[in-house]
Structure formats: C-alpha cells, structure tokens
C-alpha cells in the first residue's frame, strides 16, 4: 500500500480563481500557487481532504485580502480543526481491525492456529475408534480462556453449580484419551440446550474450550481428530448421535467407543445406553470423571441418577415418552430439527424406534446378537 499524500501535495492552488486582492496588495507581490498535478487523487476520501485544504486556503486568502489578523487567526484555526477531522476520519476507515472483535487480549472463537484440510481429512480416514465427551452446559462468555474460572458465565442449572471443574475435567480427559491413541476421533456431543446461552450449542462450548487451551499442550493432531455433534438433549442422544456422527465423518462405523463423564452416570452408559442401542459390550469403555477423583459425589447425587434417570430410562430405554421426552423437548428451545439419520441411513430403524422392548434389527456391529 503507497503513502498518504503530505498535506504539501494536496493543497495545490486551482488556477482559475479570481484573485481578490486590491491592486495594493498586488504589490506584495506575493507568489502565485503552483498548477495542480496532472492526475488528481482519484480516492474520494483524499479528494474530500484536498477540497477541505482548498477551501481553507482561499479562506485565508480573502481574510489576507481583508487585512484583519482576527478574522485571519481564525480562518488558520478553522482550516486546521477541518483538516484534522478528515485525517481522523481517514484513519478510522482505512485501519485494519485485526482478527479479534472483542476484548484485546481474549482467547474466543478464533483457531489457535490453522488447519490443514487435506492432512485433517486424511487423519479422519484413518481413525477406527471413537471417544464421546458429553456436554453439560453452554459457555456464553467471549474469552474462553477464562472457562475455567468459577465466576465465568456458563449456564448452569441449580445442581450444576458445584460441577464445573468436572465439566473441563472431562474436556481434558477426552484430549488426554484422544492423544494416546491416534486412531481414535473425539466428538464433543450435546446440542443448543439452553436459551439464555444464544444459539451456542454444548459441543461448541467444549471443543473452544480446548482449542483456547491449547488442547492441553497435546500435539495438534488431537484437534485435527475433535469434531461436534451438535443435536443431542440427553445422555441416549449423546451416544447414539456419536456413532452417526462417526459415520459422517470417517466413512463407517467405529469399532469400539469410550464414553467420558461423570461416575455416576456409569451405569447409564455402559449399561441401559449400550443395550438399548446393542453395542458389545467388550468394545464400550467407560471414563468417569468428577470434580475432584480423590473425593466421589455426595450420596444425593447418586439418588439423584436413580430417581430422575436410570428408574426412567429403565422403562423407556430410547428416551422418546413421558418425562424423558418431555425433558428433551425443553432442551431444544430452538426448535433444532434433528438431522440423523441422513448420515447413517443404515440405522434409521434405530432412530425410529420407540418402544420398551430392544430394537430387533439388524446392526453393523452386532455380531449373531451376542452383543450384549
């Protein structure tokens, strides 16, 4: 990009004006401004400021022709506040905002460095395993590395108050089992749930969360194979949408799967989810982290779990009737319309199924039903 004009190359004098002065001024014999230059600056902010500068000068040349220092002092400051606001405004429009919209300094939406889309989709092929990091909440806040301070703004429910180290525990944990095993894809599960979140969904939360750490100081092949799912409204969903997720991107289905969340949830997972959907059951693995590994959940936690998901998830494995369905309903406040099964047409039947008995038909990973 060229320099700016000086002012010295702008405020060249038009040889047509009518010279004013009185023939006793003519005597001053004071020189005459140089033509102009052949081709005038063709930007319309910089001709606005020659015009500006014009105009100034033959202001200053009747108030010479007047003789009156007062009127001259003020025909000078006047040019002058009129040259500094276009030069303002010159450099208001013509800098560069930079790649941050927000505070100077914060870590938010923005890739800790860039992607390479052939060696990212070339890793995808490869992977045959995959690892869920189910979603808990939404982050609404704009500087990601601040999550993991307690007062950040995550949405958090009344029960969730005291979770918060576990939700990026859990973040960490999926990074960490990411990276020992390079054939695995990460997928942060959970879906737009909250509405004073935005339309920011859960999964989004955790994978800007990583990336605005770092990702743990892990090698950024992790990040290249951590991807969302970005529709589920429970922990069913959380598993089942995964795996077709896993379809969408690598091609086929993975061939064994690792679930990290709470501990109490651990029968949920591995058991009442895994049969539902007949996974085998030597090919699930479970990680349960919590705020702190050397001190479990209080005891109405647990009761908690009990009551308000493994009793009903016990009698509606699928989560699609009264009070689980009812529960899902109210974490779409979007009204998001699920895209699954389009990814994985070859298990629409399970997405389709609603019903207290176990879908029946056949599976890509199930092997003469002794999945279970």
Same mark, same amino acid.
């Given at each position: ?12 004098? #038009?040889?047509?004006?009518?010279d004013l002065r ?39 040349? =009747? ?31 013509n800098s560069k ?45 704009? #500087? ?24 990026? #525990? ?81 091609? =086929? ?32 693995? &479970? ?20 009551q308000n998901s ?29 895209? &699954? ?10 997405? #389709? ?20």
């Amino acid at each position: 990009e060229q320099p700016a004009q000086g002012p010295g190359e702008l405020v060249e004098a #038009n040889p047509n004006w009518t010279d004013l002065r009185p023939a006793a001024v003519h005597a001053r014999q004071l020189p005459r401004p140089s033509p102009p230059p052949p081709n005038p600056p063709s930007d319309p902010l910089m001709s606005l400021y020659s015009s500006v500068l014009q105009g100034s000068r033959l202001s200053v040349k =009747r108030f010479w022709v007047q003789s009156n220092p007062t009127s001259l002092l003020l025909g000078l400051i006047l040019g002058s506040i009129a040259t500094a606001l276009v030069l303002n405004f010159s450099i208001g429009l013509n800098s560069k905002s930079g790649p941050y919209t927000h505070t100077d300094g914060a870590r938010g939406t923005e890739l800790s460095a860039p992607p390479n889309k052939d060696k990212t989709e070339q890793l995808w092929k490869e992977c045959k395993d995959l690892i869920v990091v189910a979603g808990h909440s939404v982050f609404t806040g704009a #500087n990601f590395e601040d999550a993991d301070d307690y007062k950040s703004p995550w949405i958090l429910m009344s029960y969730q108050e005291k979770q918060l180290p576990a939700f990026l #525990n859990h973040i960490r944990a999926g990074v960490e089992v990411a990276a020992n095993n390079e054939k695995a894809l990460l997928v942060f599960s959970g879906g737009e749930t909250r509405l004073e979140g935005g339309p920011r969904s859960e999964a989004q939360s955790y994978w800007w969360v990583a990336d605005a750490h770092g990702w743990f100081g892990k090698p950024s092949s992790v990040r290249d194979r951590a991807v969302t799912e970005e529709h589920a409204r429970d922990s069913f969903e959380n598993l089942l949408f995964s795996i077709c997720r896993f379809k969408e991107v690598v091609g =086929r289905y993975p061939e064994t799967i690792t679930v990290i969340s709470f501990t109490f949830k651990k029968q949920r997972f591995e058991t009442l989810h895994r049969e539902a959907i007949r996974w085998p059951a030597d090919k699930f693995h &479970y990680v349960g982290v919590d705020v702190d590994q050397n001190h479990p959940m209080p005891q109405d936690v647990y009761d908690g779990e009990r009551q308000n998901s493994l009793i009903p998830f016990k009698k509606d494995p699928y989560g699609c009737q009264g009070v689980l369905a009812l529960k899902k309903s109210t974490r779409n406040p979007f009204k998001r319309q699920i895209p &699954y099964p389009t990814g994985c047409p070859d298990i629409a039947g399970l997405f #389709n199924h609603c019903d207290e008995t176990l879908y029946e038909g056949v599976l890509p990973w199930t092997s003469n039903d002794k999945e279970l």
